[in-house]
C-alpha cells in the first residue's frame, strides 16, 4: 500500500520521475518511438540537478513555510554534486557560496554582472507553489525569492513566479476540472515585458496545435534559458493537466532540455493528478515512480514512497 499523498510531495515525485526519465533520453539506445508506444527505458533512472534542488527547495519550504535566502542558498551550495549535471556556472556560483561569498555577489556576478537568465530557477519550484495551493500571489513571491539566490535576471525570476502560480492553481483545482484557458489566465498577473512574457503570451494560439508545432514556436529547452523553457512548459502543462505520461511523454517528444521540462511540467501536472489513475485525470505511473532512483533521505519527511 502506498501512503496517503498530498498535492506537494506529489509534485516533487512528478517533478523527479519527469527529470529521471527525460534523463535517459540522452542516454544512447533510449527510443522516443518506444515511449510513446508504451515502452519506457529499463529502470533504474537517476535523477539530476533539477531534482536535487528541487529536494532542497522542497525541504526548506516544508521546515520553514517560507523562503529564506540565506538559508536556501547555503543548502543549494552544501548539496551541490556537479555529477548530477549541474552547469559549469552553476557550480562555481554554488562553490563561491559555500566558500563565503554572499550569494547576492555570486550570482550577480555572472554574465557581466546581468545575471543569469537560465531555466534552473523555474525547473525546482513548482513543488513550492503546490505548498501555497490557492494563493498564487504567494507562490510568485516566495518563488522569486528562492530565484535570486542563483539567477538574479529578470527573465528568470519571471519564470519561476509562473511556474509556481502555475503550480498552486494545478493543485488547487485537484479533483475538478480545469482548462487550458484557464490556468493562462492565472499566470498573466506575474507576466512582464520580455521575451519569457511574450513567449506565454503566444501559447493560447498553439492550444490545439502538435508537440512539434508548440515547440518549434515556443522552444525546448535547448537554449537552457527561461525564455525558450517556460513558455513551452506552460503549454505542454496546460494541454495535457488531466494526463501526467502524456504530459511528459510530449517533453520528450519535442526533444531539447528534456530532463528539465519534463521536471517543471511533471511537477505541476503531477500536483493536480497525484498518483496512479483518479477517476478522469492520469496521475504518475507507479510503476515509473518505481523505476526513479530513490529520493534523498533528508528530502522527506516520511522517507521514500513505497510502490507494491
Known sequence: MRQVSDPVR????????????????????????DLLAGR????????????????TVYSE?????????DSLAAAFAERCEPYRGYGARTVVVLHEIRDGRPWAEAAGAVFAGRGSWGNGAAMRVAPLGAYFAG?????????????????????????????????SHCAATRGKSCAPEELLRMVEPYLVDGQTGAGIRRIGQLLGRSVAEAAYELGNGAQVSAKDTVPFTL??????????????RACI???????????????????????GNRGETRGVPEQWLAAREELPGWATDTGPRQVH
Open 61 to 69: 519550504i516544508r521546515d520553514r513555510g517560507y523562503i529564506d535566502r
Open 253 to 275: 517528444e519535442a526533444g531539447g532540455d528534456v530532463d528539465t521540462t519534463a521536471a517543471i511540467v511533471g511537477g505541476m501536472v503531477a500536483a493536480h493528478t497525484g498518483i
Open 40 to 55: 519506457p527505458p529499463a529502470g533504474r533512472w537517476p535523477w539530476t540537478d533539477d531534482t536535487e534542488m528541487a529536494c
Open 135 to 167: 494563493d498564487p500571489d504567494r507562490a510568485a513571491a516566495e518563488a522569486a525569492l528562492s530565484a535570486e539566490v542563483t539567477h538574479r535576471h529578470p527573465e528568470a525570476i519571471v519564470g519561476a513566479m509562473v511556474i509556481a502560480a502555475a503550480a
Open 235 to 248: 503549454w505542454a502543462a496546460a494541454t495535457f493537466l488531466e494526463d501526467y505520461p502524456a504530459a511528459v
Open 10 to 33: 506529489d509534485s516533487l515525485d512528478g517533478l523527479s520521475v519527469g527529470d529521471a526519465l527525460g534523463a535517459q533520453f540522452f542516454v544512447p539506445g533510449s527510443s522516443v518511438a
